[in-house]
């Protein structure tokens, strides 16, 4: 841990440091955002008006309403302006803010994430765990095979197969929605999880493996067993809390990256959380859904590497920030 006097200045210090950082790199991806968006081929107006023929007076007025009669510059301005306010804008299609819209869809996709993660782990550790203690076994081929293929398979691809195997040849769980109530929205929510959550099954499996293997060959765990020390407490009392940290760490990234995953996972399952929002807002140019969940989204990213990195120099004695 951090000494009492100059140590916790010195992370107070440093955590200023990555928050002011993370602000800088908010700042330069929302102008990058707002550039690729107003790339789109795509015509607010027609999305707006749904292709119908409009006078060239209610064209105008459309486009002042929502500011889109000004520069690009001043759009920029006036909508990172109500973003450092908590203002995301107005959506062209919703006819609803972007803050409702996230406030009414996140719920969905936090929970898919958040049972995404729980599976994951539950999973991949004791894979990596037992890969490590029966390593180059049979039983450590197929484990490394079987996360290949996990790793290899892209998350739609993954639900699909789910979807055709548990819900369409054995209707164990519903193909789509998210049911009502806490208890079937799990049942709902549970094949989605799987497909969302076995790609990071594979890598946080293959960076334990990595791990334990490296803990097990260390001096100290050779020291305990020579000293009669069981080996089962030696795996999971000393090299296990060892080879943790590092996949805590990627295991808190991934569940960071798992939430762009969501996006196309909600899709093949119909789940109707933010990515449904996000993809209808890039079929429609509409410009403030976009800009709003995916400034949301890498600032949700960011907070997690934050954490993760202050949780790292907490719980590591051997690691101090510069």
Request: aromatic share 10%; glycine share 6%.
């Amino acid at each position: 841990m951090f000494e009492p006097k100059g140590g916790w200045f010195i992370l107070l210090k440093y955590i200023v440091k990555r928050f002011l950082q993370m602000l800088l790199i908010l700042l330069v991806t929302s102008i990058i955002i707002f550039a690729l968006v107003r790339l789109s081929p795509s015509d607010p107006i027609a999305s707006m008006t749904k292709g119908k023929a409009i006078s060239a007076q209610t064209r105008q007025e459309l486009m002042g309403q929502y500011h889109l009669d000004k520069s690009l510059p001043e759009q920029y301005l006036i909508w990172i302006t109500g973003a450092l306010h908590g203002d995301l804008g107005q959506s062209f299609i919703h006819k609803d803010t972007v803050n409702a819209l996230i406030a009414q869809r996140l719920p969905t996709t936090l929970q898919l994430v958040l049972m995404s993660a729980v599976l994951a782990i539950l999973i991949s550790i004791p894979i990596g765990v037992i890969s490590a203690v029966k390593m180059n076994t049979a039983l450590d081929r197929t484990l490394s095979i079987l996360t290949l293929i996990f790793v290899a398979s892209p998350v739609f691809l993954t639900g699909i197969i789910l979807m055709f195997f548990f819900a369409l040849k054995i209707p164990a769980f519903p193909s789509f929605g998210t049911g009502d109530g806490f208890v079937q929205n799990l049942r709902y929510l549970f094949l989605p999880s799987l497909a969302l959550g076995l790609n990071m099954v594979a890598l946080i499996a293959r960076i334990t493996r990595s791990n334990m293997i490296e803990q097990l060959n260390a001096n100290y765990a050779a020291t305990a067993i020579a000293k009669g020390v069981p080996y089962s407490r030696v795996v999971m009392g000393h090299c296990f809390k060892n080879a943790l940290i590092p996949v805590i760490t990627v295991a808190s990234i991934q569940f960071g990256t798992m939430i762009v995953g969501a996006v196309l996972v909600e899709n093949v399952f119909a789940l109707g959380g933010i990515g449904a929002v996000l993809l209808d807002g890039v079929k429609s140019a509409d410009y403030p859904v976009v800009q709003g969940i995916t400034l949301m989204l890498v600032a949700f990213f960011l907070l997690i590497n934050l954490l993760v990195d202050i949780i790292y120099a907490v719980i590591d004695p051997r690691i101090r920030p510069e």
